[in-house]
């Protein structure tokens, strides 16, 4: 019944700009914490940011003062605005969330940082 579905990847120059979209059916994002997830060809799946049903954020180390997450309860969406894209950004973004003890993924959307 939960389901995820990501969007806004694609294939942008080093220092370009990206905004991720996260649209769920099922749950209401406003009520739970929702994170956002990338892999990167050959390493293992990394949490890049969340936020709290509360609203309150956090972004990893590598993404600071570059990543924004944010919500919008109206729309059921959360969002990720990547600016000052590198090259060692790319990889397969997924937006994922824990409800009632299990863990729900989207299809994922592949952002890709390249001259």
């Known amino acids: 019944q939960v389901q995820l579905v990501e969007s806004g990847g694609g294939l942008v120059q080093p220092g370009g700009s990206l905004r991720l979209s996260c649209a769920a059916s099922?749950?209401?994002?406003?009520?739970?914490?929702v994170n956002w997830y990338r892999q990167a060809p050959g390493n293992q799946r990394e949490l890049v940011a969340s936020?709290?049903?509360?609203?309150?954020?956090i972004h990893a180390d590598s993404v600071k003062g570059r990543f924004t997450i944010s919500r919008d309860n109206a729309k059921n969406t959360v969002y990720l605005q990547m600016n000052g894209l590198k090259p060692e950004d790319t990889g397969v973004y997924y937006c994922n969330v824990n409800y009632l003890y299990r863990q729900y993924w989207g299809q994922g959307t592949q952002v890709t940082v390249s001259s």
């Open positions: 936020i709290t049903r509360g609203s309150s954020t």
């Open positions: 099922g749950i209401t994002f406003s009520s739970n914490t």
